[in-house]
Antibody, heavy 116, light 109 residues
Framework: QVQLVQSGAEVKKPGASVKVSCKAS????????ISWVRQAPGQGLEWMGW????????DYAQTLQGRVTLTTDTSTSTAYMELRSLRSDDSAVYYC?????????WGQGTLVTVSS | EIVLTQSPGTLSLSPGERATLSCRAS???????LAWYQQKPGQAPRLLLY???SRATGIPGRFSGSGSGTDFTLTISRLEPEDFAVYYC??????????FGQGTKLEIK
């Protein structure tokens, strides 16, 4: 079955960067894109960006443009999300999800805490 | 950018009752690209419905969706204890690719 397994929780200082991984299994990785969605504590869902795992095309949310980078390693069926210049309001659970114009199959989430 | 507004913010019902959740878009949305998700505490969201009314794999028949244009509805015909959760509507588009509603919390009365 479709499974997305994310890397573990991170604690970062303001201004630092974080890189979260998302390893896919149970399907052909390059047949579906990967989207990243984050959720601040007690808040709703915010779409961050999407990567086409076949050709590398990327679409970022405007609010994060310039601070976020999505990449993939097709040899290991792994997607990565790097967020730079972290601020306290970037503290959130970060999810990857298999993207086929709806999000079917989500990772378990990675808690990123930004604190001095 | 299309804004999705969900109502009510919180819905208090009892098991066995019918739940009706609303999602209103700031401009017309193709029903092909309207989805609903369920999220329980400490868990990732789960796709319930796509294309406004098609149930995702494994979703029970008590969940149904309807609507078109700017008004969409998620209906749970007879609430089970495991249905109490937060529900989000989502639309797929361009710039940004996805927008979500702010969520409706369905709580036990």
């Amino acid at each position: 079955q479709v499974q997305l397994v994310q890397s573990g929780a991170e604690v970062k200082k303001p201004g630092a960067s974080v890189k979260v991984s998302c390893k896919a299994s149970g399907y052909t990785f390059t047949n579906y894109g990967i989207s990243w969605v984050r959720q601040a504590p007690g808040q709703g869902l915010e779409w961050m960006g999407w990567i086409n795992t076949y050709n590398g095309n990327i679409d970022y949310a405007q609010t994060l443009q310039g601070r976020v980078t999505l990449t993939t390693d097709t040899s290991t069926s792994t997607a990565y999300m790097e967020l730079r210049s972290l601020r306290s309001d970037d503290s959130a659970v970060y999810y990857c999800a298999r993207d086929s114009e709806e999000l079917v199959g989500w990772g378990q989430g990675t808690l990123v805490t930004v604190s001095s | 950018e299309i804004v999705l507004t969900q109502s009510p913010g919180t819905l208090s019902l009892s098991p066995g009752e019918r739940a009706t959740l609303s999602c209103r878009a700031s401009q017309s949305v193709s029903s092909t690209y309207l989805a609903w998700y369920q999220q329980k505490p400490g868990q990732a969201p789960r796709l319930l419905l796509y294309a406004a009314s098609s149930r995702a794999t494994g979703i029970p028949g008590r969940f149904s969706g309807s609507g078109s244009g700017t008004d969409f509805t998620l209906t749970i015909s007879r609430l089970e204890p495991e249905d109490f959760a937060v529900y989000y509507c989502q639309q797929y588009g361009r710039s940004p690719r996805y927008t979500f509603g702010q969520g409706t919390k369905l709580e036990i009365k």
